[in-house]
T-cell receptor
Framework: DTGVSQDPRHKITKRGQNVTFRCDPI?????LYWYRQTLGQGPEFLTY????????KSRLLSDRFSAERPKGSFSTLEIQRTEQGDSAMYLC????????????FGPGTRLTVL | AQSVSQHNHHVILSEAASLELGCNYS??????LFWYVQYPGQHLQLLLK??????LVKGIKGFEAEFIKSKFSFNLRKPSVQWSDTAEYFC???????????FGKGTTLSVSS
């Protein structure tokens, strides 16, 4: 399968713990996006990378959240000191450069904070 | 700020019925518009998109959408739904200069056979 992959698919953690998610984009895509989706809502944008540069961050991305894309390939999203309100599906998407390109989504990581 | 409204939260249809899902957006400038679909247990995938040109766009699986600029709308249609169209449908907008997609809350479509 050459689509976007995410790991893990499910994560259960206790409040206050740190968690890290990984996203592997489609190999030739230089743009990578993170979104968060809570129950009954559409995906909400968190952050965007072009190659290794993080170019845009949403106000939803509090100080407890950090994302990296060190070599312009895979990306990680870390949440420190998790809170119950962080429980959500975390989606990764990638696209090639240019204004007319579709974002391809991964299967998501479902986070449950107890 | 941009926003997207999807008027129907849950739509229930019988097979062969016609479908129209409403989507309105708020943004004064030039936008790109999208409909994504999420079948049960699957990833979000693109149904169709509008960037410019003919306001009636055709997508996969017999879906189409019409961009009406004066109404800030991009409604999704299908003349005859099938049981396999049961899914959640999301409308999304992106400003022409932007990168992030702004999604509506989604519409769940249930089709009975």
């Amino acid at each position: 399968d050459t689509g976007v992959s995410q790991d893990p698919r499910h994560k259960i953690t206790k409040r206050g713990q740190n968690v890290t998610f990984r996203c592997d984009p489609i190999s030739e895509h230089n743009r990578l996006y993170w979104y968060r989706q809570t129950l009954g809502q559409g995906p909400e944008f968190l952050t965007y990378f072009q190659n290794e540069a993080q170019l845009e961050k949403s106000r939803l991305l509090s100080d407890r959240f950090s994302a990296e894309r060190p070599k312009g390939s895979f990306s990680t999203l870390e949440i420190q000191r998790t809170e119950q309100g962080d429980s959500a599906m975390y989606l990764c998407a990638s696209s090639s450069g240019g204004s007319y390109n579709e974002q391809f989504f991964g299967p998501g990581t479902r986070l449950t904070v107890l | 700020a941009q926003s997207v409204s999807q008027h129907n939260h849950h739509v229930i249809l019988s097979e062969a019925a016609s479908l129209e899902l409403g989507c309105n957006y708020s943004y004064g400038g030039t936008v790109n518009l999208f409909w994504y679909v999420q079948y049960p247990g699957q990833h979000l995938q693109l149904l169709l998109k509008y960037f410019s040109g003919d306001p009636l766009v055709k997508g996969i699986k017999g879906f189409e959408a019409e961009f009406i600029k004066s109404k800030f709308s991009f409604n999704l249609r299908k003349p005859s739904v099938q049981w396999s169209d049961t899914a959640e449908y999301f409308c999304a907008v992106r400003s022409q200069a932007g990168t992030a997609l702004i999604f509506g809350k989604g519409t769940t479509l249930s089709v009975s056979s």
